[in-house]
């Protein structure tokens, strides 16, 4: 059974950082692009990045560019998102989303995790 | 970055057919996927590609596409299928990889 777990939420101040982990199991992790996907309270689905099999090829919303950073540890079976300079706007459920390929672009999201709850405020 | 608009919400008389429509100029090159999405759960992949349902999925949902127009169609829609949809589909501005549709909450009555 496929799972992916997301931690490292919580309540952060505007322009502080905070580290997202999903630890992924029930499948080859390392066969398989990942994603982060967030969601405001209320509002819809935006993606937010994207990391292929080898990490060789990354993507970001211009929201988050500059400021957060993916990453993969495939011996580890774990993807990270290293969020800087946080805003209030950045506040939302994080969900880790598996690809359907190995590469980016992909393809689709066939798992999701039940996400893990950002809140940045003073 | 692409966009993609939904109609904010539809209502389906229980065991009646709904379509929900999902418009964007990135449509014309990419397929969309859609997803499920219940009160206080995580999303679910309904339908990918051109009409494909991952394991699990009834057959009442398909989904088609024209120009710049993908639908998902819910044929004989049951309680259970009252919840929100986003379609989401590759980015077609080269900047962005993935661009998700704005939402649309089914109610079944």
């Known amino acids: 059974e496929v799972q992916l777990v997301e931690s490292g939420g919580g309540l952060v101040q505007p322009g502080r950082s905070l580290r997202l982990s999903c630890a992924a199991s029930g499948f080859t992790f390392d066969d398989y692009a990942m994603h982060w996907v967030r969601q405001a309270p209320g509002k819809g689905l935006e993606w937010v990045s994207g990391?292929?099999?080898?990490?060789?090829?990354?993507g970001y919303a211009d929201s988050v560019k500059g400021r957060f950073t993916i990453s993969r540890d495939n011996a580890k079976n774990s993807l990270y998102l290293q969020m800087n300079s946080l805003r209030a706007e950045d506040t939302a459920l994080y969900y880790c989303?598996?690809?359907?390929?190995?590469?980016?672009?992909?393809?689709?999201?066939?798992?999701w995790g039940q996400g893990t709850l950002v809140t940045v405020s003073s | 970055s692409s966009e993609l608009t939904q109609d904010p919400a539809v209502s389906v008389a229980l065991g009646q057919t709904v379509r929900i429509t999902c418009q964007g100029d990135s449509l014309r090159s990419y397929y969309a996927s859609w997803y499920q999405q219940k009160p206080g759960q995580a999303p679910v992949l309904v339908i990918y590609?051109?009409?494909n349902r991952p394991s699990g999925i009834p057959d009442r949902f398909s989904g088609s596409s024209s120009g710049n127009t993908a639908s998902l169609t819910i044929t004989g829609a049951q309680a259970e299928d009252e919840a929100d949809y986003y379609c989401?589909?590759?980015?077609?501005?080269?900047?962005?990889?993935?661009?998700f549709g704005t939402g649309t909450k089914v109610t079944v009555l």
């Open positions: 989401n589909s590759r980015d077609s501005s080269g900047n962005h990889f993935y661009v």
């Open positions: 990391i292929s099999w080898n990490s060789g090829s990354i």
């Open positions: 590609g051109k009409n």
């Open positions: 989303a598996k690809d359907m390929t190995m590469e980016l672009p992909g393809r689709d999201f066939d798992y």
